[in-house]
Structure formats: structure tokens, C-alpha cells
């Protein structure tokens, strides 16, 4: 299995404050990307990074935010969470974008109160 | 806008039989490729089979094989002699460069 670490599993915040949820891998992976996942929706892209601070927006990147300062590590962060942010996140990597598959991290249960 | 349609939001076969789940897409792009991807109850996301684009030959992995019909934007997903371990809920996805879109996803349940 790819070496992908997503921290934390599980979190329970409230509307307004704060979160960060970190996307750790050990494969030295040019590509890193956040997705959420709803119900009805599948997995949807936030965002992603083509490189130590080089990132880009997807298809559902409003209220988020990432960095990339080091090639193993990938930040999500909520400035002000919603309810409507309450989700499961995962974190992906790859090696390109051509033939290699994204791998998955396990997943983050986010609930925003 | 690509998108990504999993018309069967459930499905179910029995023990050893045999499973077709539906995929199609809409692109323009000439040079993509396509994934099925496995999401048991541990909420791993394990990729069952990948097909590119400009390969006619429909992939095989196994017991799990593609039909790929590239005119008709059709990528649908065979298993064989399905298992318990099969159950699991199943996403089509595509991706050209850094755009990667899933289907909602079809739930296979597998009866002993």
C-alpha cells in the first residue's frame, strides 16, 4: 500500500473555528490532492499541488485553502468551517498524470456542529 | 465540464455469479484514462482496474474485466464469479491531467 498518513481521523468542531487536516506521504510523490466525499456525489476535488508550493484549484474549492511547503506533506485548511463542510476527507497522491492511478489515504471524518 | 454517471445506485448478485455495473462519461478530451475503484466498509479506496483511452483492448484484472466503448463514452465494469469480499460500493472514475472526476458510486451487495 502507498505510504499516504491522513491526520486526524476523526474531528468534531464547531461552526466558525478553525481546521486543519494534514495529508502525510512517504512515496515522494510529485502530485498530492484533497477530495471530499458526500453522499450522492462520490469524491469531489478541492484541491491539488504539482509541487512544493504549487497548487491549484478544483471543482469544489470555495471556503478551503491548501499549502504544500514540503514535498510529504499536504494541508487542508477550513478558515471558518460551515456545516455544509461536513464531510469525509481523503487525501491522494500520484506519481503523474498520465497512466499512474491516484492512491488514497484512509479517509478523514470531518462534523462541523 | 467532464462528468461521470453511475446509473445503477445499487446492485446485487448472488454468490458466484456473474455482475455488470454501468459507467458513462462525457469529455471532449481525446487522451484520458478510466478507473474502477473498490470502497469497502473501511472506507479504503482500493483501484480495482484502470483502462487508457487509446487502447482498444478492454482491460482485464482477474475476475474483474472492462467493456469499453469509446464512441458510445461507455466504461462498465464485469465481475466474475463474485465473493463475499466483493461488497463493497464501486466508483467509475476518469481523469485527463490533474482533472479527475468520480460517478456517485454503485452499491454491490453479494448474497451467500
Known amino acids: 500500500d502507498a505510504g499516504i498518513t491522513q491526520s486526524p481521523r476523526h474531528k468534531v468542531t464547531e461552526t466558525g473555528t478553525p481546521v486543519t487536516l494534514r495529508c502525510h506521504q512517504t512515496e515522494n510523490h510529485r502530485y498530492m490532492y484533497w477530495y471530499r466525499q458526500d453522499p450522492g456525489h462520490g469524491l469531489r476535488l478541492i484541491h491539488y499541488?504539482?509541487?512544493?508550493?504549487?497548487?491549484d484549484k478544483g471543482e469544489v474549492s470555495d471556503g478551503y485553502s491548501v499549502s504544500r511547503s514540503k514535498t510529504e506533506d499536504f494541508l487542508l485548511t477550513l478558515e471558518s468551517a460551515t456545516s455544509s463542510q461536513t464531510s469525509v476527507y481523503f487525501c491522494a497522491i500520484s506519481d503523474s498524470t498520465r497512466d499512474q492511478p491516484q492512491h488514497f489515504g484512509d479517509g478523514t471524518r470531518l462534523s462541523i456542529l | 465540464a467532464q462528468t461521470v454517471t453511475q446509473s445503477q445506485p445499487e446492485m446485487s448478485v448472488q454468490e458466484a455469479e456473474t455482475v455488470t455495473l454501468s459507467c458513462t462519461y462525457d469529455t471532449s478530451e481525446s487522451d484520458y484514462y478510466l478507473f474502477w475503484y473498490k470502497q469497502p466498509p473501511s472506507r479504503q479506496m482500493i483501484l480495482v482496474i484502470r483502462q487508457e483511452a487509446y487502447k482498444q483492448q478492454n482491460a482485464t484484472e482477474n475476475r474483474f474485466s472492462v467493456n469499453f466503448q469509446k464512441a458510445a463514452k461507455s466504461f462498465s465494469l464485469k465481475i466474475s464469479d463474485s465473493q463475499l469480499g466483493d461488497a463493497a460500493m464501486y466508483f467509475c472514475?476518469?481523469?485527463?491531467?490533474?482533472?479527475?472526476?468520480f460517478g456517485a458510486g454503485t452499491r454491490l451487495t453479494v448474497k451467500p
Open positions: 472514475a476518469y481523469r485527463s491531467g490533474n482533472d479527475m472526476r
Open positions: 499541488s504539482y509541487g512544493v508550493k504549487d497548487t
